[in-house]
């Protein structure tokens, strides 16, 4: 008798062997140029010493204050769970070329809009969109429901707008300290609190900075809530209300450590609370953040047991598990490249990297310090008192913040009336704008205790501008800053205005060209009225200059 084996054939996908690991290399490479500036200005926040050479490795690592040096993990936990999805579960080659290059076109173009723009972390969002429409195109829907996780985790590298991480850290530190002398209060510690100092029994008193205002806290925790939400013990919504409890989770966290400094400078001593007991405390507060993930996840479940209702998954993706038919699943995800539609997707990202690097070429601005030099009088009739001036420096630390050193820093002066410095500052890149005073002063370790609008009347030649005011308290001082920005022939005290206005001269051919105009005093006596009015006196006799220098 003879016995037949059946012998299984796999087809081959198409293509040469060489072919798609050339189509991927081809890939990999024009995602590297197109975004490769992207990850340049990422990791320089991420890691905000890094451009000082002279520092080592570690220091240029450590030093620095930024909410994002959790960056670099994440692609890194994003490819360890791809590579697990890969090799656990089926992912299958169906491709959807259709809507997968209608989602690569749109991502591309907001890359490329985004790169004019000078606006980093759109085009840094928009490389998740690309990814997703290079997995349509070769691999199809079931594989990007398989792996949209990873995809979607990418969005915790990237860095929000420096001028909403100005707004949102303003806000936690007002929140931390107030719920820290509340939560003093309650146990029975003497507290008050006044914009972002705690003052204590025994004069003592303590300065909320901005690491202990919960923002690193809060940036970190949400991605951890992410991912635990994502590989935790519930089902369906419960997901979602677990991820959405890291917010005040961190916000507690934090609170929770705010009352720790005060504690401790309450029996002991200021220096203790800021010195050793600041730095432990803020490596402990991730643990206790995610204790606290980890009690509500078993809280739910207890709640939902107790109810009778059964939400634990007996097992992680247990209806998509591979099996002995998907052994070849790795070879025919890496030969899907090979196709006519692999070659389409690398001819469409090497001409978007050609794109970007055209787009993000730096044009220099037709104003500069020179001009403003000029323009601006050594000597200003205010209120009918002359006040005389001289040019100084600013320090090194505001202006590696502000990425430039084309600027003019002049202060006016009487016998008998506080220093007024009037600064105007001007970006390197017309296109790139300038940073918001309030990421210079809060660089700089001052505190900002108060924002708010102000109103210059009966310029002439303009009629009214709008500008914007902060209060910072400064050692035992308080300082009043007034700022505005020049676009072209626009005045407004929104960045985003600034931003738009500067991108759309650029594109009418207009002049793109854009400054900070900015002033500050001392307050005197906590009259805040009297240095906002010195302030004002001083724009309404300043901007006729500016508008017949700066053209």
Not at 151 to 166: G, H, N
Not at 447 to 457: C, H, N, R, S
Request: aromatic share 10%; glycine share 6%; with cysteine.
């Amino acid at each position: 008798m003879t016995t037949t084996k059946q012998i299984t054939i796999h087809e081959q996908p198409h293509g040469s062997t060489w072919a798609h690991v050339v189509a991927w290399v081809a890939v990999i490479a024009g995602l590297t140029v197109a975004f490769g500036q992207n990850f340049v200005e990422m990791w320089i926040r991420w890691f905000p010493a890094w451009k000082h050479t002279q520092f080592s490795l570690y220091e240029r690592i450590v030093r620095g204050e930024s909410y994002y040096t959790h960056g670099p993990l994440v692609p890194m936990v994003s490819l360890l769970i791809v590579f697990l999805l890969i090799r656990f579960t089926k992912v299958p080659v169906r491709p959807r070329p259709a809507l997968g290059f209608t989602v690569l076109t749109v991502s591309l173009i907001v890359h490329l809009i985004s790169c004019l723009a000078r606006v980093n972390f759109a085009s840094a969002f928009a490389l998740i969109g690309v990814l997703a429409g290079v997995i349509l195109i070769l691999w199809g829907t079931t594989a990007l429901r398989r792996l949209w996780f990873p995809l979607a985790f990418l969005a915790f590298m990237v860095p929000l707008p420096e001028v909403s991480i100005a707004q949102l850290n303003f806000r936690l530190k007002m929140v931390a300290a107030d719920w820290g002398v509340r939560l003093a209060n309650l146990v029975f510690i003497n507290a008050v609190r006044a914009g972002n100092r705690v003052f204590l029994d025994g004069d003592k008193t303590l300065v909320i900075a901005n690491v202990c205002n919960g923002l690193r806290t809060l940036m970190t925790v949400i991605g951890f809530g992410a991912l635990y939400a994502y590989v935790c013990r519930l089902r369906a919504g419960w997901r979602v209300v677990l991820f959405a409890m890291s917010v005040p989770v961190a916000l507690v966290a934090n609170s929770i450590r705010i009352l720790g400094l005060i504690a401790v400078a309450h029996f002991w001593d200021e220096k203790t609370a800021t010195g050793w007991f600041h730095d432990a405390s803020g490596a402990l507060i991730f643990l206790l953040a995610f204790l606290m993930m980890f009690g509500i996840e078993r809280l739910i479940l207890w709640v939902r047991k107790s109810l009778g209702n059964r939400d634990v998954a007996d097992q992680l993706f247990q209806d998509v598990r591979r099996d002995d038919q998907d052994e070849h699943q790795a070879s025919e995800l890496l030969h899907a490249a090979a196709a006519r539609r692999g070659w389409a997707i690398v001819v469409m990202i090497a001409l978007s990297a050609g794109g970007a690097l055209w787009l993000n070429r730096s044009i220099p601005p037709m104003w500069n310090q020179n001009m403003a030099r000029q323009a601006l009088p050594g000597t200003l009739t205010v209120s009918g008192r002359e006040w005389k001036s001289y040019d100084a420096e600013l320090d090194e630390n505001t202006l590696t913040i502000l990425e430039t050193t084309d600027y003019l820093c002049r202060r006016y002066f009487r016998s008998d009336a506080p220093l007024v410095e009037f600064s105007i500052v001007f970006s390197k890149d017309n296109r790139k704008g300038t940073h918001p005073p309030d990421l210079c002063l809060q660089g700089a370790g001052e505190g900002i205790v108060a924002k708010g609008p102000v109103l210059v009347t009966d310029v002439e030649g303009r009629g009214d501008i709008h500008c914007r005011e902060l209060i910072v308290q400064s050692g035992n001082s308080k300082i009043c800053f007034v700022y505005v920005y020049k676009c072209g022939d626009v005045y407004t005290p929104s960045f985003w205005k600034q931003q738009f206005v500067i991108l759309w001269n650029g594109l009418t051919h207009r002049n793109a060209s854009g400054a900070l105009i900015e002033l500050s005093t001392p307050i005197i006596n906590d009259d805040v009225k009297e240095a906002r009015r010195q302030i004002v006196e001083f724009l309404r006799v300043a901007v006729p200059y500016l508008d017949k220098g700066l053209q």
